[in-house]
């Protein structure tokens, strides 16, 4: 999905998308690779009741684009789960792919401020944050910025 794309009512995304399925065998050591990450940051910092991985998202964000995400949270508290969806996100994880030299601009910033998000440019880099915090992805100025993101999902919060 190249362009402009309007997600619901809080949020703008520039971008191309392209979307690692679950069923491809040839990504099986990244989703693990994921799935143990995540599962390792949920047992370490929230404990949420997660269990699921979806699909992997590659996102490419170009400068002549202004590519970007405004700021928007990954859950579905504000949006009622789809007919026939079992699970909600509950755990965001970004992996940064770009070197930091490949491009300027494309800071991802959590609402509020976190600390330790300096090193997050860094190729290699993975952040996994709850997914109800508002964050975004400021606009790419030079080059080309590309991220693999998914995220963990569980059972409805209760």
């Known amino acids: 999905i190249a362009g402009a794309i309007t997600w619901g009512l809080f949020a703008a995304r520039r971008c191309e998308l392209r979307w690692l399925s679950r069923e491809d065998e040839s990504y099986a050591w990244v989703r693990n690779l994921f799935y143990r990450r ?24 170009h400068a002549a684009d202004q590519g970007h995400y405004d700021w928007h949270a990954d859950d579905d508290f504000f949006n009622p789960i789809a007919p026939g969806r079992v699970f909600v996100r509950k ?5 940064q792919l770009s070197a ?20 997050l440019r860094a190729q290699g880099a993975m952040i996994v944050f709850p997914s109800f915090l508002r964050h975004r992805v400021t606009p790419v100025t030079r080059g080309v910025r590309h991220t693999l993101t998914t995220w963990m999902e569980g059972a409805p919060w209760r």
């Open 100 to 119: 930091p030299e490949d491009y300027d601009g494309g800071e991802f910033e959590i609402e509020g401020g976190q600390p330790g998000l300096d090193g």
């Open 91 to 95: 755990l965001s994880c970004v992996l």
């Open 38 to 61: 995540l599962e390792n940051a949920n047992r370490t910092n929230y404990g949420f009741d997660v269990s699921y991985l979806p699909n992997l998202q590659f996102a490419t964000y």
